[in-house]
């Protein structure tokens, strides 16, 4: 029974690639628009070039174009304009009887016309963030080996992620931790697009976002302008596509994620509006009952995802959207010992974001966007010590918060940009919870804590970014942002530089500086009044590096960065411990810790090299390393080396296309051995849990960390269907990788946790 799962789906894999008669001469529909990235004004007259045959067509005053009778395959689209630089989009899908749609955003040029240009605009760079940024396209999102699907899993396998744990999605970006992350869908701020999510951070366990929902996914490292804030690392924008305004198309789903399935069409007769619509299941736990599948944990969770556009008037455009995840889990303690958990209980959680966005095109020159967004996320949660069997924590939380947000963005001329916005949040948040008398990670006992409050107030914020090209070849953006917090009187200015210099056709220099600041956790904060005088976590980003073009598809990029963090919380009665990382090295959840002082200090440090191959035949790649180190200082003024410092993270991936039917690809990722700090053998005997050695905090390392997965993708055009399955084997070797240890009660010595072996997982996506 161990691999029968595996062995169904080679049986469902390979049934269908022998069975039935395949239609000939399927064709489909491409169809887009073009605009300026720039003022996101149409752009008539683009050419657009299919492949390198000779269909094509230009884009009408609108900037709409339309390819018809397209046979079905996979394809580049180039796109050029007098006076932009080129563009290509690869991985267009043509599918039987269906329409895809394609958004394309030009530059205005850098390179004067008679200059030599190699550049074919198969990288999405965006001149106000030229460091530490990277894009991906939906189909590079699905076809991902080791991600399922999963936006988040894709990019573990940058350079600036650290690898910590198979079993979470958690982005550890540049020493950071989880909580440091901001989630943009469709410009509306999403607290969390994970599963399970992690109160007070932003992973957890799988995504909500299902690939086939996507236009494109953009993830920001570091240096990112001042029109983000409250976030101390990262920025991640999904931008998901618009419904078909052609023709109804549906799929079904059954994957890794759930079963489930979507679709999308247009709205009345004149086609000015569209709507999208997925929605999905998991069926782990109708599977853990009957089939070995390395866990007896059934866990079971959902997800919602909505959207309609409309054209309101000419140039106006309204988007409402909607994302929806519902979890539960409810393992008990014979599970939790089968399994190796440290803590099992009863887990109710329900997340959901509903927002609005109107964007209006003024003139050629200007645009606004404005958007009224509404997050809720209720935890109904009761946790016990697996070794004990003793009640840890009751947790009765349900967080809201109201944000409205307005932007306006002009470009003054050809050299002279401008943009400004500002945002305010009304947070309303109610806790009703319950935090046992306990054991603390270093062996002390702490009494009962009820935390029962109601939190209500408001966080506003503004920001400016003036962006001017002195030449046609440097641009340079500078920008500050202000952000008042009345809960703890905290008002923070956090000015920001970045600059790019093509300083040739194939070499870009750059470089970035920035400050940014983040609110702790309300979860955290709402534990004491004294915490009102805390401020806020700080961080101070440098960054410097290069990208070379090698060839028009395939780019270097050099990046060292320097990350150093003030005002972190710590915690008086643990001084030696750092307190954000609290769910990495105890249970995966926050306890209760009353007053906090803000003398927590960290530093991160790298180097990254990347080597993109974008898809322009059969071949497409992406080969990474870094090198960094990252420590943290508590509330002793120790410097010790922090929980997610993997010091060496290398990561080989790529595929190849055999024809328009068969696909294979394939990742490999080595990482250094993280810290852990071991336990005190005889205090944790004494006690009969885990108790740290607070002599030797982070003073061992995990052993390495290394996986290879593999993929195998089939399609099929029938006369008016599609149908694309794939194989996956996680862990291709079985490598044993070890997550942490735990103290094993009833023997009485320290174990490891093992993360995930050898899995095989298949999916199957049919089109309608």
């Given at each position: 029974m161990k691999h029968l799962l595996f062995i169904i789906a080679?049986?469902?894999?390979?049934?269908?690639?022998?069975?039935?008669?395949?239609?000939?001469?399927?064709?489909?529909?491409?169809?887009?628009?073009?605009?300026?990235?720039?003022?996101?004004?149409?752009?008539?007259?683009?050419?657009?070039?299919?492949?390198?045959?000779?269909?094509?067509?230009?884009?009408?005053?609108?900037?709409?174009?339309?390819?018809?009778?397209?046979?079905?395959?996979?394809?580049?689209?180039?796109?050029?304009?007098?006076?932009?630089?080129?563009?290509?989009?690869?991985?267009?899908?043509?599918?039987?009887?269906?329409?895809?749609?394609?958004?394309?955003?030009?530059?205005?040029?850098?390179?004067?016309?008679?200059?030599?240009?190699?550049?074919?605009?198969?990288?999405?760079?965006?001149?106000?963030?030229?460091?530490?940024?990277?894009?991906?396209?939906?189909?590079?999102?699905?076809?991902?080996?080791?991600?399922?699907?999963?936006?988040?899993?894709?990019?573990?396998?940058?350079?600036?992620?650290?690898?910590?744990?198979?079993?979470?999605?958690?982005?550890?970006?540049?020493?950071?931790?989880?909580?440091?992350?901001?989630?943009?869908?469709?410009?509306?701020?999403?607290?969390?697009?994970?599963?399970?999510?992690?109160?007070?951070?932003?992973?957890?366990?799988?995504?909500?976002?299902?690939?086939?929902?996507?236009?494109?996914?953009?993830?920001?490292?570091?240096?990112?302008?001042?029109?983000?804030?409250?976030?101390?690392?990262?920025?991640?924008?999904?931008?998901l596509k618009d419904g078909s305004r052609t023709s109804r198309q549906s799929q079904l789903d059954f994957n890794f994620a759930g079963i489930g399935g979507m679709t999308e069409g247009p709205i009345g007769q004149d086609a000015k509006a569209s709507y999208l619509v997925s929605v999905r299941r998991s069926y782990l736990d109708a599977l853990v009952h009957t089939i070995d599948i390395g866990t007896t944990v059934a866990p079971s969770y959902g997800d919602v995802v909505a959207k309609v556009t409309a054209d309101v008037a000419p140039g106006h455009t309204l988007t409402v959207l909607d994302v929806f995840s519902d979890d539960h889990n409810n393992p008990d303690k014979k599970t939790a010992v089968e399994n190796d958990m440290i803590f099992y209980g009863n887990q109710d959680i329900y997340v959901n974001t509903a927002g609005i966005t109107w964007r209006a095109l003024w003139s050629p020159s200007l645009y606004s966007n404005a958007s009224i967004s509404y997050s809720t996320s209720k935890f109904s949660e009761d946790y016990f010590e697996t070794n004990s069997g003793a009640h840890l924590v009751k947790n009765r939380s349900l967080e809201a918060t109201a944000t409205i947000t307005a932007s306006l963005h002009y470009r003054i001329n050809s050299v002279h940009s401008f943009e400004a916005g500002v945002v305010g949040k009304h947070l309303s948040d109610t806790y009703d919870n319950l935090y046992d008398s306990y054991t603390d990670a270093l062996g002390s006992r702490l009494p009962e804590f009820a935390l029962n409050t109601t939190l209500e107030g408001w966080k506003m914020g503004g920001y400016v970014n003036y962006m001017v090209r002195p030449t046609t070849a440097w641009t340079i953006t500078a920008g500050a942002r202000i952000d008042h917090f009345p809960y703890n009187s905290s008002t923070t200015v956090a000015p920001r530089f970045s600059t790019s210099l093509q300083a040739s056709d194939r070499l870009t220099l750059k470089a970035s500086a920035g400050i940014y600041y983040q609110t702790l956790p309300m979860l955290l904060l709402s534990q004491a009044t004294s915490n009102k005088t805390m401020k806020n976590p700080e961080a101070l980003h440098l960054i410097t590096g290069a990208d070379y073009l090698l060839t028009e598809n395939t780019k270097l990029t050099l990046e060292a960065y320097r990350k150093t963090y003030e005002s972190f919380p710590t915690d008086p009665s643990q001084p030696s411990l750092f307190l954000v990382d609290e769910v990495f090295y105890r249970y995966g959840f926050y306890f209760a810790h009353g007053g906090f002082q803000d003398n927590g200090r960290a530093e991160s440090n790298g180097i990254e090299i990347v080597l993109q191959k974008k898809l322009a035949e059969n071949f497409y790649g992406l080969a990474s390393a870094s090198y960094f180190t990252t420590r943290y200082k508590s509330g002793d003024g120790i410097w010790r080396d922090r929980g997610f410092d993997n010091r060496v993270v290398v990561a080989l991936e790529g595929g190849y296309r055999l024809d328009e039917n068969w696909e294979f690809s394939g990742r490999w990722i080595y990482a250094g051995g993280v810290p852990y700090t071991p336990f005190d053998q005889s205090a944790s005997t004494t006690l009969q849990r885990a108790v740290l050695d607070e002599s030797r905090i982070n003073a061992d390392r995990l052993p390495a960390y290394h996986c290879l997965n593999v993929r195998v993708d089939r399609r099929w055009h029938f006369a008016s269907t599609n149908l694309t399955a794939y194989v996956s084997i996680w862990n291709a070797y079985d490598r044993k990788n070890t997550a942490g240890y735990f103290w094993n009660g009833e023997k009485q010595r320290q174990e490891p946790i093992s993360q995930w072996g050898l899995l095989p997982i298949f999916g199957v996506k049919y089109e309608f």
């Open positions: 080679l049986i469902i894999f390979f049934g269908i690639a022998l069975a039935g008669v395949l239609e000939a001469g399927q064709t489909g529909t491409i169809t887009g628009k073009v605009t300026d990235q720039g003022t996101s004004q149409p752009l008539p007259g683009a050419v657009i070039r299919l492949g390198a045959g000779p269909q094509g067509a230009a884009s009408d005053a609108d900037g709409n174009f339309k390819l018809t009778n397209v046979p079905v395959g996979s394809y580049v689209l180039h796109i050029s304009i007098l006076g932009y630089k080129p563009a290509t989009k690869t991985d267009i899908i043509v599918g039987a009887e269906r329409s895809v749609h394609v958004n394309v955003e030009l530059q205005e040029s850098a390179i004067q016309a008679d200059e030599v240009v190699v550049t074919a605009g198969y990288f999405n760079d965006r001149p106000e963030q030229p460091v530490s940024s990277i894009s991906f396209a939906a189909e590079e999102v699905r076809r991902a080996p080791g991600s399922g699907g999963d936006v988040s899993r894709i990019i573990l396998g940058l350079p600036s992620l650290a690898k910590v744990n198979d079993q979470s999605n958690s982005l550890i970006v540049r020493g950071g931790s989880p909580m440091e992350n901001a989630f943009y869908v469709d410009g509306i701020e999403v607290p969390n697009i994970n599963h399970f999510p992690t109160q007070g951070a932003t992973g957890g366990p799988i995504g909500i976002i299902d690939a086939s929902l996507l236009e494109d996914v953009s993830f920001n490292a570091g240096g990112f302008s001042a029109a983000y804030g409250d976030k101390l690392s990262s920025v991640m924008e999904l931008r």
